[in-house]
Each structure stands twice: as structure tokens, then as C-alpha cells.
């Protein structure tokens, strides 16, 4: 395929050798990046020492992300990176972008909430890559990036011309990232995957669910955005493994055997009790726990008025606080509930001591009175409430995105504190936004250029 002609991008990268602040004005050699390393002064200051708040978003500053992802294992992941302060540059097809875009979405002319939860502090370009310009110019940005990541259906980065082999030639110290449903080597690595078969596959669901039910899916998407969260710290890995050694990596990782990672206690709860799959336990924890343990209803008897008690049997005092909490102090010492053991053979008796008590009391009044007593409680928060909760806000863990063409909506962001405040968010990009730029910062590509590839519909914006 033919190159780009050399008049597209400007003049002046530079010729010397670049200082650790400015490496990331060109690709970076194995002796730069050690130079990084070494200029990275001991008594460094912490977040909080340089910038008291809303520090977070200057982590990854100058580390350029080039993301190939749809849908969410892959975009939860970039997301993640940029909002630690990395310049992700997501790659769309010009006519409809991420597919993520049209799913639920209110209007056929704007994007879908889902796609702003997962697109936010990323900017994005419309590369054609049917067009052979279109996949010189992803070459000429992965020569550029420090991280490639996609997510495409297995084989289909290859057939495009984008495999590891193919980037690794161009820029051998790229940190080269696949997301797949299946590993190579699995018996479905051909296979296409989503959250919910990764979680039906990698054995979540025969684990969720009540007990003499069939397997549940769990709401929360471990296998999307759990698989994300893995790639994204394996990639900050291997990125300060490449700072001391300017050696690239290739890194795979399935959805499947993501979510295996995530139920490790069911596992050992199968070799702990003689081999036999872990059961369903509904709200309680895999076996079952030790009572009092799960959701008891509270005051309102809607769908969600419950509160979650969990008495540890490494703890014995928690059921003697419990038992004072629900005024049953002359159960203390009773040797029908004594022992965990005990609890375990009147399961369902403990179950109704407490069940008595929460019936009378709302949620949050249980929750707050149980929790008081140091023992391990909480309401049942559905979304609604949690929305309503002011202080999400205040403490920006949820935070109000003003978006160009939908207006203003709330997105919860990243809840880890830098100094006193979590990295700031900024809302998703529209298709194309931000072509024009991202070829004028990574390639040094001219307007006159860029001007042809737009009338050439390589690009759009």
C-alpha cells in the first residue's frame, strides 16, 4: 500500500536528543526511555504536595493511546487510562463509529448514553479503513502511540493489515493490546463473545442466583468492564516494565478467563468442600456463609426495601452486638445459636430473629442502627437512589458532563482520590470530532493535506 507523501506533515520534529520532557515529541528509542527513568527524581513530590485537587488526570499525561475498541471491554479500558490523563485517540468508521453509539440510544441523530458512559476524556477520529490511505494513516498513528488496543472479532485486525506482527515492525516498542472473548488455545477462541456469554462461560452465573433457581446474570458487567480494568493495569505494567527496558509487549487477555479471576473464592470453595461445583446461594456468599448473613426486609416491602447483614464467624462478637441491636439480649449465650455451627443447623430461625426485627424498621434506619454497632450492614440502594444522593456529587464521584449535542447528563467517573479529589471528566467525543487535530498532532500532518483527505472521504468530521 502506498505511503503518505512526505509534503503531509510539517517540518521540525526534532533532530537532537530530546530531554525526558519532551520525549514524547517523537517515538521514543530504548536510551530514551531509560533516560525517563533515571530523571525521575526519588523525593518526588505526592499528588497532593504538586496539586491539592484534581490531580489524577496529569498521571498519564503525554502517553498516547491509540484505541481500536467498540462496545465496552475495550473502551472501559482506554477510558480508564485517559482518565488517569492519557491522549486516547479512538479510531471510528466514518459512516456510524463505535456501534456502542446507537445502543438505547433516545434520537437517531445523537449518541446513546451507553456510549457516553464508557467514551468519556478520549478523542475521536473517522479513518476509513476500507481505504489504503485510511490504514497508512492508523500505521503512521501506531508508529507514534505507546499503546495500541483493539477488541474486533477474532482474525479481524489481521485481515485489516493491523496485526501484532505487521505494528511491532512499524514500532517495536508498542505495547500491543488484544481483547477477545476466548483465548487462543480455547476450543472457542474463534468465538464471538459479549459481556453476558463471558460471564455464562467463565462461570459466574452457576454461582449466581437463589438456590434452587437456574443461574443468574449478576447486573454488574465483570465481563466487559471487569476484562477492562485487568488490561488497563497490565498495560500501566508493562508501560514502567518499558520505561526501565524500551522493550514493547504484546498483551491478550479474554473476557472468559477475565471473569475467572473475579470468583477465585468459589473455586476454593469447590477444593475445600471434596471437588463439586460451588453452588448457588442467592444473596448470601458462595456456600451459603454462616447466619446471620444476606438481605432481610425492611419496612415498605418494595422491590428493593432490604438491608444486608453479614455477621463474620471469625468475629463472634458480631452476633452478640446484633442480638443487643434487636433486643434479644437473652438469646446471649443460648447454646442453640452459640456457635456458627450452630447458627448454620437453625439457619432459618436466625433468619426470622432478624427478619422480625428489620420488618419493623426502614432500610437506612436498619442499616444505620446494625452499622452503629460495628457489624457489617447496608440498604439496598437502587440506582434512583443512588442518583438522588447529593453527596455523590460533592464528592465528584458522579460528575455533570456538558455534551455539545445532548446536553448536560451525570456520569459516574473514576472513585479512586488523587490528593483530596478524583480525576476531573470530560464527556465523550461526537464521530469524528477530532480528526482534523489528531493528525496534526501525532503525524504533523498540514490543513492542505487533511483537506484532501476529507474531500477523499479517508477521514471525516
Not at 250 to 258: K, N, R, V, W, Y
Not at 358 to 380: E, F, M, N
Not at 383 to 401: G, L
Amino acid at each position: 500500500m502506498p505511503c503518505l507523501p512526505p509534503s503531509s506533515f510539517r517540518a521540525g520534529r526534532p533532530t537532537s536528543s530530546p530531554s525526558a520532557a519532551s520525549c514524547w515529541a517523537c517515538r521514543p528509542t530504548r536510551s530514551c526511555y531509560a533516560r525517563q527513568a533515571s530523571q525521575i527524581p526519588t523525593n518526588a513530590p505526592t499528588p497532593s504536595q504538586e496539586r491539592p485537587a484534581m490531580s489524577g488526570e496529569n498521571c498519564l499525561a503525554g502517553l498516547k493511546i491509540l484505541d481500536l475498541t467498540q462496545f465496552e471491554a475495550g473502551p472501559s479500558c482506554t477510558e480508564a487510562l485517559g482518565w488517569l490523563g492519557a491522549d486516547v485517540v479512538k479510531v471510528e468508521n466514518p459512516g456510524a463509529g463505535d456501534p456502542g453509539r446507537h445502543i438505547g440510544r433516545t434520537a437517531a441523530d445523537t449518541d446513546a448514553l451507553y456510549f457516553l458512559q464508557y467514551n468519556s476524556n478520549k478523542r475521536s477520529a473517522a479513518i476509513n479503513l476500507k481505504d489504503p490511505r485510511g490504514l497508512e494513516i492508523v500505521k503512521g498513528l501506531a508508529k507514534r502511540a505507546d499503546v495500541m488496543i483493539e477488541n474486533f472479532a477474532p482474525g479481524a485486525i489481521e485481515r485489516l493489515g493491523l496485526g501484532y506482527e505487521v505494528i511491532k515492525a512499524i514500532n517495536p516498542a508498542i505495547i500491543y493490546c488484544q481483547i477477545k472473548g476466548f483465548g487462543a488455545g480455547s476450543p472457542y477462541e474463534k468465538n464471538l463473545a459479549f459481556d453476558m456469554i463471558a460471564q455464562a462461560a467463565g462461570g459466574v452465573m452457576s454461582i449466581t442466583g437463589p438456590e434452587d433457581g437456574p443461574p443468574c446474570k449478576p447486573g454488574a458487567t465483570i465481563g466487559d468492564t471487569g476484562t477492562g480494568m485487568l488490561m488497563a493495569v497490565s498495560i500501566l505494567g508493562a508501560y514502567v516494565r518499558r520505561l526501565r527496558t524500551g522493550q514493547g509487549e504484546h498483551l491478550q487477555l479474554a473476557m472468559q478467563d477475565s471473569v475467572l479471576h473475579y470468583i477465585r473464592n468459589a473455586f476454593a470453595y469447590m477444593e475445600r468442600t471434596g471437588g463439586k461445583p460451588a453452588p448457588r446461594a442467592g444473596a448470601k456468599t458462595v456456600g451459603g456463609g454462616h447466619p446471620p448473613i444476606g438481605i432481610y426486609p425492611c419496612k415498605g416491602g418494595g422491590p428493593n426495601d432490604y438491608v444486608y447483614i453479614y455477621t463474620s464467624a471469625a468475629n463472634p462478637e458480631h452476633w452478640t452486638r446484633l442480638l443487643k441491636v434487636i433486643g434479644r439480649e437473652d438469646l446471649i449465650g443460648d447454646e442453640r445459636y452459640s456457635t456458627p455451627a450452630t447458627r448454620v443447623e437453625r439457619r432459618a430461625e436466625v433468619d426470622e430473629l432478624v427478619s422480625s426485627w428489620t420488618r419493623q424498621h426502614d432500610k437506612h434506619t436498619a442499616a444505620k442502627l446494625v452499622g452503629s454497632a460495628t457489624i457489617p450492614s447496608g440498604a439496598v440502594l437502587d440506582t434512583r437512589e443512588i442518583a438522588d444522593d447529593k453527596t455523590f456529587q460533592q464528592r465528584k464521584i458522579r460528575q455533570t458532563m456538558a455534551h455539545p449535542a445532548i446536553g448536560n447528563y451525570v456520569m459516574s467517573g473514576w472513585p479512586v482520590r488523587f490528593g483530596n479529589a478524583p480525576p476531573a471528566v470530560g464527556p465523550a467525543p461526537l464521530l469524528g470530532q477530532h480528526s482534523s487535530d489528531v493528525l496534526a498532532d501525532w503525524l504533523e500532518m498540514d490543513a492542505d493535506a487533511i483537506g484532501k483527505l476529507k474531500t477523499g472521504k479517508v477521514i471525516a468530521e
